[in-house]
């Protein structure tokens, strides 16, 4: 069964960075589109960031020039840099990967456990 795990999370102060990794493992024939979504205490869980197979992405407006996401196709790997972070950014923050695997052969979208990135002001 294919896997994410993530890490980097943290404390940081307010203007400070963090990066974020989250890798899939199991056996993936392909991974489609790849996020990073967070949920702070007494929200709903938003969306941060998505990059699809071919490199496009997409932000939400509270972070758009902040925060930039990559992947790594080779490792499976998205990664999210987080700058400029701000008290507001303080959240759990979790992945989603979406793509087809072999064993089972089927269709998979996936959820990390999260990691808590706190911003102190």
């Known amino acids: 069964q294919v896997q994410l795990a993530e890490s980097g999370g943290g404390l940081v102060q307010a203007g400070g960075s963090l990066r974020l990794s989250c890798s899939a493992s199991?056996?993936?024939?392909?991974?489609?589109?790849m996020g990073w979504y967070r949920q702070a205490p007494g929200k709903q869980r938003e969306l941060v960031a998505t990059?699809?197979?071919?490199?496009?992405?997409n932000y939400a407006d509270s972070v758009k020039g902040r925060f930039t996401i990559s992947r790594d196709n080779a490792k499976n790997t998205v990664y999210l840099g987080m700058n400029s972070l701000k008290p507001e950014d303080t959240a759990v923050y979790y992945c989603?990967?979406?793509?087809?695997?072999?064993?089972?052969?089927?269709?998979?979208?996936?959820w990390g456990r999260g990691t808590q990135v706190t911003v102190s002001s």
């Open positions: 989603n990967a979406a793509g087809l695997q072999l064993s089972p052969y089927k269709s998979f979208n996936l």
């Open positions: 199991g056996i993936i024939l392909r991974i489609d589109d």
């Open positions: 990059i699809s197979s071919g490199g496009m992405t």
